[in-house]
């Protein structure tokens, strides 16, 4: 597995990343168990989870990986968030430095870690003001509870203001920003991944495979593959089960087949050949998901072949509301 830098930063990430949020929900302590020794000897450095993880179970999917990595987890790095609902009321979440300063400890005791590595804000705080946020995160690395810590779920010009932020209070900056990026879905190249770029900040995609409709699992007008996600929630089959994409699925298919790959392999390597994208976040709750996607990484497309696939799958002109 090849490493990258996050952003400008010198911390060194896997190309491919396990995300975390299916452990305790979907992955259970002896799946967990198994699926993280799987994945850190495919060589995958980087687990990401957050102290919400999973839905309906805030901080289980931070136990179950502090418990899985014990001794191995200074080979690793740990990224986790904070912000999101964490209980009742609104003083569990957000991006103050009350709420900071209790939500860290939180997560260190659950993950069993004296340190985490990348500590990201899930989605902006309209209640606080950014400028007490950083001040807050340069407060935790200075203490030595963070290495590194980046964003999620912001806009571009909510990422811009924050890098000339930190540049201006002196803080430590967002080295990371974490927002949804697949073959299907290319909104944030419109302004959150140039943002990233010019911010110095390593872009870390989550639902690389378009919630799994890239796995080449589902087929049109075919009963969907029971436990899968998609067959799960409504709210994927609206957004992802449209004839336009099916469309798209069918020539991206015949794209890969033609060079002896399979859509998975495309959906990591093309998001990989974008220079700004550090790592790519994927779920998995199977060891063999796991190597398909390690394998996945190694494709390197020429700019012939991105061409081609511009033209199978383009930016939309205008912006899809999901």
Same mark, same amino acid.
């Given at each position: 597995?090849?490493?990258?830098?996050?952003?400008?930063?010198? #911390?060194?990430?896997?190309?491919?990343?396990?995300?975390?949020n299916n452990l305790g929900g979907r992955v259970d302590r002896d799946g967990t168990n198994k699926l993280i020794p799987a994945a850190i000897d495919?060589?995958?450095? #980087?687990?990401?989870?957050?102290?919400?993880?999973?839905?309906?179970?805030?901080?289980?999917?931070?136990?179950?990986?502090?418990?899985?990595?014990?001794?191995?987890?200074?080979?690793?790095?740990?990224?986790?968030?904070?912000?999101?609902?964490?209980?009742?009321?609104?003083?569990?979440?957000?991006?103050?430095?009350?709420?900071?300063?209790?939500?860290?400890?939180?997560?260190?005791?659950?993950?069993?870690?004296?340190?985490?590595?990348?500590?990201?804000?899930h989605f902006p705080d309209p209640n606080t003001p950014i400028e007490e946020t950083l001040r807050a995160l340069d407060d935790v690395v200075r203490?030595?509870?963070?290495?590194?810590?980046?964003?999620?779920?912001?806009?571009?010009?909510?990422?811009?203001?924050?890098?000339? #932020?930190?540049?201006?209070?002196?803080?430590?900056?967002?080295?990371?920003?974490?927002?949804?990026?697949?073959?299907?879905?290319?909104?944030?190249?419109?302004?959150?991944?140039?943002?990233?770029?010019?911010?110095?900040?390593?872009?870390?995609?989550?639902?690389?495979?378009?919630?799994?409709?890239?796995?080449?699992?589902?087929?049109?007008?075919?009963?969907?593959?029971?436990?899968?996600?998609?067959?799960?929630?409504?709210?994927?089959?609206?957004?992802?089960?449209?004839?336009?994409?099916?469309?798209?699925?069918?020539?991206?298919?015949?794209?890969?087949?033609?060079?002896?790959?399979?859509?998975?392999?495309?959906?990591?390597?093309?998001? #990989?050949?974008?220079?700004?994208?550090?790592? %790519?976040?994927?779920?998995?709750?199977?060891?063999?998901?796991?190597?398909?996607?390690?394998?996945?990484?190694?494709? %390197?497309?020429?700019?012939?072949?991105?061409?081609?696939?511009?033209?199978?799958?383009?930016?939309?002109?205008?912006?899809?509301?999901?």
């Amino acid at each position: 597995m090849n490493l990258r830098n996050l952003g400008a930063s010198g #911390l060194k990430v896997s190309a491919v990343g396990l995300g975390c949020n299916n452990l305790g929900g979907r992955v259970d302590r002896d799946g967990t168990n198994k699926l993280i020794p799987a994945a850190i000897d495919l060589g995958i450095t #980087l687990f990401d989870t957050a102290d919400s993880y999973p839905v309906g179970k805030p901080g289980v999917s931070e136990e179950l990986l502090g418990e899985a990595l014990g001794a191995r987890r200074k080979d690793i790095v740990i990224a986790t968030k904070f912000a999101n609902v964490m209980g009742p009321g609104d003083m569990m979440r957000g991006g103050s430095r009350r709420w900071i300063m209790t939500a860290i400890e939180g997560s260190l005791r659950r993950l069993k870690t004296d340190w985490i590595d990348l500590y990201q804000m899930h989605f902006p705080d309209p209640n606080t003001p950014i400028e007490e946020t950083l001040r807050a995160l340069d407060d935790v690395v200075r203490q030595g509870k963070v290495r590194y810590i980046g964003c999620s779920n912001y806009a571009g010009w909510q990422i811009a203001t924050a890098s000339a #932020l930190s540049r201006e209070l002196g803080t430590h900056a967002f080295v990371a920003d974490q927002d949804e990026y697949s073959l299907l879905v290319r909104e944030v190249e419109r302004e959150i991944l140039p943002a990233a770029k010019a911010s110095g900040m390593g872009f870390l995609p989550y639902f690389p495979l378009a919630s799994g409709f890239l796995t080449g699992k589902y087929h049109r007008n075919a009963p969907m593959p029971q436990g899968a996600r998609i067959t799960a929630a409504k709210i994927f089959q609206d957004n992802f089960l449209t004839d336009e994409n099916w469309e798209i699925a069918a020539r991206l298919g015949d794209f890969c087949e033609t060079r002896g790959k399979t859509l998975l392999d495309l959906a990591f390597s093309w998001l #990989l050949a974008n220079p700004t994208v550090s790592s %790519v976040i994927a779920g998995a709750t199977k060891p063999e998901q796991l190597a398909a996607n390690a394998k996945a990484a190694e494709w %390197v497309l020429t700019a012939e072949e991105l061409a081609a696939i511009d033209r199978i799958s383009p930016l939309p002109k205008t912006k899809k509301i999901h």
